[in-house]
């Protein structure tokens, strides 16, 4: 099957479809009761749309300004040429080597404690996002319905409503909270391995790049490593799932995917025929990378399944579950803290006569909210425009908090306990940083009044620390502007290698996902280069890599002419040719043209003969060039 796609892969929407088709046959495989099996990916790998599309998804990524052990960041690829830099990525994965990681130390969410990151090299990360985007469809087909962490449309909320679900549903007040020692760093390579070609990589060539990058050791440390998956590497979370995917499939057989003899059409009565019929131990999973909880009827069970997953990852994954840290729970007596929420449930008007409770862990929010003091006090050290942009930047970190602890139902309560304070914080802040103790009243604005976050702040009357700039009223926002979203269940049938799951995402968040370029053909594109003498440094990866994406965004349509553009008649006209080589590719500096429109803009002659709204265009075009037309 993948050989015969390799032909297809000329562009971004003919991978995405590509995609969609590896999803779809591993499906079918397993409605068959088979094993899915692919071969000729690594042709796929190489094929330079799928090069170009790992390339890009890494440029719009935050990472591409971290250099690994080779010191090279994204910007200096995207100023290479094009041939150098395929040619370059293909060989990589031809014969692949990759270099040695670089040592990063970050702190653990809620902890004193840091952890370990391994930077990849810049070209080594493009070799894993190509081998993430071509095996994620084969593994999505096959994962767990209810493991949210590292996976597309999920997240942890609805990690969270699975399990506030289950347990009004079902009554269960009994909770498994699992810890796995080290998971990450110690999972095997060569049980990874046979785990990746039992769920369908049977292309040997793409399982000894991945055995050669998980065996990349670490600069100034180790030349080499002999297990664990590189925290901080592109394709590690989707490794670490395929593995934790034995454990996912072993605990789901014991209870809610249990065959029976009596082919049941309803799930629901089937689980009840099970209780009611059998000895097993009831239990619902629900795991976020490598936190898991475990729901159960009672003590006794929750005790017994606690032992039996610490042999299973023992004797199965050679993982070790931690007996200190994974505990047992009456959740109608203690919280648990799963993926930094608490969650209880208290007596209330329901079936079982309890309601959820759930709130914000108070360690790790306390936590939350030191850091965020610390960057309100630095607020003094800035004025004008970088005060601006400091308090901007202190804005985004209270609504990311906001937003993350949104679908706690304590939520407001919880912040509002802080919000004061912080708003104090930010107060004194800004009188130092405008030098000027008498205006400080002046500073309280009523917050539905201010000029950034406007749709957030729309409803508040309550007043917060502001700055005037440029005639412009910004403030800083309060911790306490929050309002409890209850968490959606996640449907299966979203996904991302879907036209249906993708149209849920799109109905779900009101936001569109990017379409796939429709590359009009990079090899033509080459050639019409070299034959019009295109050989100047502006000419680069970047550019060739931004002109599709600028070609999409006008639609195919001449910015002269107002007519479709065919891909063998199209030219990108640089608006502004004088900027440097790092901006002047960027797509708002690109516009589509046909080649003879772009001619007439350059060669300086009136061409009044075109009409009057094209001719308008391209004169305004000339100004922004500065050239002059002929009379």
């Known amino acids: 099957m993948a050989h015969e796609s390799v032909n297809l892969v000329t562009s971004e929407a003919a991978f995405r479809r590509l995609q969609d088709q590896l999803y779809a046959t591993t499906r079918q495989a397993l409605e068959r009761h088979d094993l899915p099996r692919f071969k000729g990916l690594l042709e796929i790998a190489q094929s330079e749309a799928v090069i170009l599309t790992a390339i890009h998804k890494i440029k719009s990524n935050h990472g591409q300004h971290t250099a690994g052990s080779d010191g090279q960041v994204m910007s200096e690829i995207l100023q290479q040429q094009y041939p150098d830099i395929i040619q370059r990525v293909q060989s990589a994965l031809h014969h692949y080597e990759p270099q040695l990681l670089r040592r990063v130390w970050i702190p653990k969410p809620g902890k004193a404690e840091k952890r370990p990151l391994g930077i990849p090299a810049m070209i080594d990360r493009i070799v894993q996002e190509i081998l993430r985007s071509i095996l994620e469809p084969i593994m999505e087909a096959q994962f767990f319905e209810h493991s949210y962490g590292f996976r597309p449309m999920r997240d942890a909320h609805q990690a969270l409503a699975r399990t506030t679900n289950l347990v009004h549903d079902t009554g269960y007040h009994w909770i498994v909270e699992g810890d796995i020692k080290g998971c990450f760093d110690n999972i095997p390579h060569g049980k990874l391995l046979k785990q990746l070609w039992h769920m369908g990589i049977r292309d040997r060539r793409i399982l000894m790049i991945i055995k050669q990058m998980l065996k990349a050791g670490i600069l100034h440390e180790a030349p080499h490593v002999d297990q664990g998956t590189p925290q901080g590497g592109i394709l590690s979370p989707l490794l670490a799932n395929v593995y934790l995917h034995k454990l996912d499939q072993w605990v789901t057989r014991e209870w809610e995917a249990k065959r029976t003899r009596f082919p049941y059409k309803k799930r629901r009565i089937r689980l009840e025929a099970l209780q009611e019929r059998s000895r097993l131990k009831p239990a619902y999973f629900v795991r976020y990378a490598d936190d898991w909880i475990l729901i159960t009827d009672c003590k006794a069970h929750a005790v017994a399944w606690k032992q039996r997953i610490a042999q299973y990852l023992d004797q199965n994954l050679s ?313």
């Not at 070790?320 to 648990?336: A, E, F, G, H």
């Not at 429109?597 to 003969?609: A, N």
């Not at 391209?618 to 500065?626: E, I």
């Open 319 to 631: 993982l070790t579950l931690s007996q200190d840290k994974t505990k047992i729970t009456n959740v109608r007596r203690q919280s648990i803290h799963f993926l930094g929420f608490q969650f209880k449930l208290k007596s209330g008007k329901s079936r079982t006569g309890y309601v959820t409770v759930t709130r914000p862990d108070a360690k790790r929010l306390r936590d939350k909210v030191v850091d965020i003091r610390r960057e309100l006090r630095q607020l003094r050290r800035y004025q004008g425009k970088a005060l601006c942009h400091a308090i901007n930047v202190v804005n985004s970190k209270i609504v990311g908090l906001n937003n993350y602890y949104q679908v706690a139902s304590m939520v407001n309560p919880d912040c509002r306990r802080y919000a004061d304070s912080l708003a104090r914080t930010a107060h004194r802040a800004l009188v130092r940083a405008l030098g000027n103790r008498k205006t400080a009243r002046n500073l309280w604005t009523p917050a539905h009044t201010v000029h950034n976050l406007t749709e957030r702040h729309a409803d508040f009357t309550k007043a917060i620390p502001t700055v005037e700039y440029e005639g412009l009223r910004l403030g800083v926002t309060n911790l306490a502007f929050v309002r409890w979203t209850e968490p959606k269940l996640k449907r299966p049938a979203e996904c991302p290698y879907t036209v249906k799951g993708r149209n849920l995402y799109d109905t779900r968040t009101g936001h569109k996902l990017q379409q796939a370029r429709d590359d009009p053909g990079m090899n033509l594109t080459l050639s019409a280069m070299i034959a019009f003498g295109k050989t100047h440094p502006r000419y680069n990866f970047e550019y060739l890599l931004n002109r599709a994406y600028a070609y999409n965004r006008d639609q195919r349509i001449c910015r002269i002419c107002a007519q479709v553009v065919l891909p063998a008649h199209l030219h990108m006209h640089h608006i502004d040719p004088s900027k440097p080589l790092d901006e002047v590719n960027k797509v708002a500096n690109l516009a589509t043209m046909h080649r003879n429109c772009h001619q007439r803009v350059h060669d300086g002659q009136p061409h009044s003969e075109l009409g009057a709204k094209p001719w308008r265009k391209m004169r305004h075009y000339r100004q922004l060039l500065n050239l002059s037309t002929t009379n």
